[in-house]
Nanobody, 126 residues
Framework: VVLVQSGGGLVQPGGSLRLSCSGS????????VGWFRQAPGKEREWVSC????????DYTDSVKGRFTISRDDSKKTVYLQMNSLKPEDPAVYFC????????????????????WGQGTQVTVSS
């Protein structure tokens, strides 16, 4: 599975961005997909996920009510809509997935997804 990300960039506090994660040459229909982020000097943090079966979602507490994950399997794409961005949100954001049965939503934090996007920078600054 090859994941290709797009979106990201610079936005003012309170602004919005949308990240996309597409399966290049492969469908994501059967895969749960997660978003992670890593800020400089910090450990990678799980942000959100969406299941493959019923489209159920989950979020880390700090983004609940502000971020929305969705998927369009016809386009082999998962989105992360980020609203009300805060100064603590800047990071490199990664989408990731793994084989069904290994990576799920919510994820088992002891399991590292096998497949990762290239990462995209999100900057929040006035």
């Amino acid at each position: 599975v090859v994941l290709v990300q797009s979106g990201g960039g610079l936005v003012q506090p309170g602004g919005s961005l949308r990240l996309s994660c597409s399966g290049s040459g492969s469908t994501l229909d059967y895969y749960a997909v997660g978003w992670f982020r890593q800020a400089p000097g910090k450990e990678r943090e799980w942000v959100s996920c969406i299941s493959s079966s019923d489209g159920s979602t989950d979020y880390t507490d700090s983004v609940k009510g502000r971020f929305t994950i969705s998927r369009d399997d016809s386009k082999k794409t998962v989105y992360l809509q980020m609203n009300s961005l805060k100064p603590e949100d800047p990071a490199v954001y990664f989408c990731a997935t793994g084989l069904p049965g290994f990576f799920s939503c919510p994820p088992d934090r002891s399991r590292t997804p096998e497949y990762w996007g290239q990462g995209t920078q999100v900057t929040v600054s006035s």
